[in-house]
């Protein structure tokens, strides 16, 4: 087994989807803990091709009860350093990336970006205020399991 129980693995890394309303939605930080309680933290996309194949894997959790606004997954994408600039918790600054059109707009204090499921998977992200409660994506390596 490559990856702990309950994740997926996708082109060899390991994926948490929460996505049972027993784990509830959270804000940025407190979903960014659960990730690190799991010996993992919350999406980094260093590819087109993890971008895609998550884009694929989040239209099949389509929620249509909740708002598009609530519909998103925190991942590990934030402005808050450097207004306008977006930074990936490894330090990789954003070129382009896959904002839904007019995003990211920062209409109310917006410092951190969540993935939504959308039929275009290049209109994707959103950015959206830190204490806002949504789903989010935990991503590790395989191994080693520390837990
Ligand atoms: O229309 C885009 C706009 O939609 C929502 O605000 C109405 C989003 N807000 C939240 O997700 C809290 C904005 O971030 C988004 O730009
Ligand atoms: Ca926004």
Redesign the pocket.
Known sequence: RQCLPGWTVINSMCYFFALSEELSRRSWMDARHFCKRQGSDLLVINSREEHMALAEMIKMSRDPSRP???S?FWIGLRDADVEGSWTWLDGTRVEEGYW?I????N??N?DCA?MYPRENPFNSW????CN?NLKWICERTPRPFSS
């Open positions: 598009m606004s609530q998103g839904n007019g995003e990211p707009n209409q109310n917006e969540a959103n950015d959206a205020p806002w």
